[in-house]
């Protein structure tokens, strides 16, 4: 927001610039082209200086001096002195062929009154006159033209300011009737204020509502061909029993399983959708080492019916402000996805170790591994990669356990590890004194 308000402060102030500029210039101009305007105001103000000269030394009573320099000021240019005495007589002869320019009647100090007239003559083509003077050119110059800069600095600010915003509004209405690969970024140009700010954060926004839309219909699109199996050997099972009542026994097995694998698939979608929109459980205070600990005893007993190991390297305690029920779903997720991909004889092991920054769960199986373009992959819904995942497989399990871990403000990620297998790391940061997840980019 700065930027654009140093934006407004420069605006208006050269909008004040361009006019005191542009009223000084019509001031000069005026000045400039029209000077016997100007001359006529200083000559009126001061009049003739030989004039000045003549009734300074009549109002001292030195009427003999005037009389004796009015023939030296009339060898001069310019004006002719013309003085009257108090009978009517002229004190030296004055020229013919003069026009009256000024008079002024001045009284000495013995109560004579004298009549100083000054006159030019007819021939001379100065630029004074005995007339009066030109008009200046009317004040309307000066203010039409400030006022044309100050619409045209007006109307280029109005511009610059309405313009992105028209183009969010034309964008918000698109996005309104579902085109959400709308952008906005390269049509703010070589801006850097906040409108510019503006329209990366609405492009943000439409390529996170694409994501999300596409996420959505991919998974409606799954959740309906994970369904269709189950549904479908029901169905199978159904018509079995219809065609002779007898199978009823060997059928109901089948039934229930296929029931407690639709419970299970809708279980795990309702979780999914509930961390999607980000429903908050109820936060409880727990040992992270003691809740993978109870989960690793458990896979223990799993392992061995697999022929595999598992091993469990951890520091003393981590004590965390969380969602208990997610994060023992997410590690059990995970470290049950090892169990059933790793190799007969081999061992799962799991390593949690403490840092400054957060705890850090290492679970490293030794299966086939994945392809390494696929590592992100495998953390999406319904995602499958391998062939070993069996029937109870719904390629959920890691999906949960990435949307788990991410509302705790941590991360997870696959890597090949040396040697063979796959190993998942799942980072969770410290908290702050007030229960809140500290930022990983903090």
């Given at each position: 927001?700065?930027?654009?308000?140093?934006?407004?402060?420069?605006?208006?102030?050269?909008?004040?610039?361009?006019?005191?500029?542009?009223?000084?210039?019509?001031?000069?101009?005026?000045?400039?082209?029209?000077?016997?305007?100007?001359?006529?105001?200083?000559?009126?103000?001061?009049g003739p200086p030989p004039m000045r000269l003549v009734v300074s030394l009549l109002r001292q009573g030195n009427t003999d001096t005037v009389r004796q320099i009015l023939?030296?000021?009339?060898?001069?240019?310019?004006?002719?002195?013309?003085?009257?005495?108090?009978?009517?007589?002229?004190?030296?002869?004055?020229?013919?062929?003069?026009?009256?320019?000024?008079?002024?009647?001045?009284?000495?100090?013995?109560?004579?009154?004298?009549?100083?007239?000054?006159?030019?003559?007819?021939?001379?083509?100065?630029?004074?006159?005995?007339?009066?003077?030109?008009?200046?050119?009317?004040?309307?110059?000066?203010?039409?033209?400030?006022?044309?800069?100050?619409?045209?600095?007006?109307?280029?600010?109005?511009?610059?300011?309405?313009?992105?915003?028209?183009?969010?509004?034309?964008?918000?209405?698109?996005?309104?009737?579902?085109?959400?690969?709308?952008?906005?970024?390269?049509?703010?140009?070589?801006?850097?204020?906040?409108?510019?700010?503006?329209?990366?954060?609405?492009?943000?926004?439409?390529?996170?509502?694409?994501?999300?839309?596409?996420?959505?219909?991919?998974?409606?699109?799954?959740?309906?061909?994970?369904?269709?199996?189950?549904?479908?050997?029901?169905?199978?099972?159904?018509?079995?029993?219809?065609?002779?009542?007898?199978?009823?026994?060997?059928?109901?097995?089948?039934?229930?399983?296929?029931?407690?694998?639709?419970?299970?698939?809708?279980?795990?979608?309702?979780?999914?959708?509930?961390?999607?929109?980000?429903?908050?459980?109820?936060?409880?205070?727990?040992?992270?080492?003691?809740?993978?600990?109870?989960?690793?005893?458990?896979?223990?007993?799993?392992?061995?019916?697999?022929?595999?190991?598992?091993?469990?390297?951890?520091?003393?305690?981590?004590?965390?402000?969380?969602?208990?029920?997610?994060?023992?779903?997410?590690?059990?997720?995970?470290?049950?996805?090892?169990?059933?991909?790793?190799?007969?004889?081999?061992?799962?092991?799991?390593?949690?170790?403490?840092?400054?920054?957060?705890?850090?769960?290492?679970?490293?199986?030794?299966?086939?591994?994945?392809?390494?373009?696929?590592?992100?992959?495998?953390?999406?819904?319904?995602?499958?990669?391998?062939?070993?995942?069996?029937?109870?497989?719904?390629?959920?399990?890691?999906?949960?356990?990435?949307?788990?871990?991410?509302?705790?403000?941590?991360?997870?990620?696959?890597?090949?590890?040396?040697?063979?297998?796959?190993?998942?790391?799942?980072?969770?940061?410290?908290?702050?004194?007030?229960?809140?997840?500290?930022?990983?980019?903090?």
């Open positions: 927001m700065r930027q654009l308000f140093v934006k407004f402060i420069l605006a208006f102030w050269l909008a004040f610039v361009a006019i005191s500029a542009t009223v000084t210039g019509a001031a000069w101009l005026i000045r400039a082209h029209n000077p016997q305007w100007a001359e006529f105001q200083r000559r009126d103000r001061e023939p030296l000021l009339r060898s001069d240019p310019g004006p002719i002195l013309r003085v009257v005495d108090p009978q009517g007589h002229e004190l030296t002869p004055v020229p013919a062929n003069t026009r009256i320019e000024r008079s002024e009647t001045v009284v000495t100090p013995d109560g004579s009154r004298y009549l100083v007239v000054s006159l030019r003559r007819n021939d001379d083509k100065g630029t004074f006159h005995a007339g009066p003077p030109p008009s200046p050119p009317s004040l309307w110059l000066p203010i039409s033209v400030a006022i044309l800069v100050s619409l045209g600095f007006s109307a280029w600010l109005a511009w610059y300011m309405v313009r992105p915003v028209r183009t969010m509004r034309i964008a918000l209405r698109a996005l309104a009737h579902g085109n959400f690969d709308t952008r906005i970024g390269a049509r703010m140009g070589g801006r850097r204020d906040a409108l510019a700010d503006l329209g990366r954060d609405f492009d943000r926004t439409a390529q996170r509502l694409q994501q999300q839309i596409g996420a959505q219909q991919r998974l409606l699109h799954d959740v309906s061909h994970e369904l269709r199996s189950p549904l479908a050997r029901l169905e199978a099972a159904i018509g079995l029993i219809r065609q002779n009542p007898d199978n009823i026994d060997s059928s109901l097995p089948r039934i229930e399983r296929e029931c407690q694998r639709l419970d299970t698939l809708v279980g795990e979608v309702l979780t999914l959708s509930r961390l999607e929109s980000g429903v908050q459980a109820t936060l409880q205070t727990v040992d992270l080492i003691e809740l993978l600990d109870m989960i690793v005893e458990d896979a223990g007993f799993e392992a061995q019916m697999l022929g595999c190991t598992v091993s469990f390297n951890h520091c003393d305690h981590y004590v965390l402000n969380c969602q208990a029920e997610l994060l023992h779903r997410s590690f059990e997720n995970v470290i049950r996805n090892a169990l059933r991909y790793t190799d007969k004889g081999s061992e799962v092991a799991i390593v949690a170790s403490a840092e400054e920054n957060g705890l850090h769960v290492s679970i490293r199986d030794h299966g086939p591994g994945v392809p390494e373009e696929a590592l992100d992959v495998i953390f999406e819904p319904f995602k499958r990669v391998g062939t070993r995942s069996g029937p109870d497989g719904h390629g959920l399990g890691l999906a949960i356990a990435r949307r788990a871990v991410a509302s705790h403000g941590g991360r997870i990620w696959a890597e090949l590890a040396e040697g063979g297998g796959l190993r998942v790391v799942i980072f969770l940061p410290r908290q702050s004194t007030d229960g809140k997840t500290i930022p990983l980019d903090s």
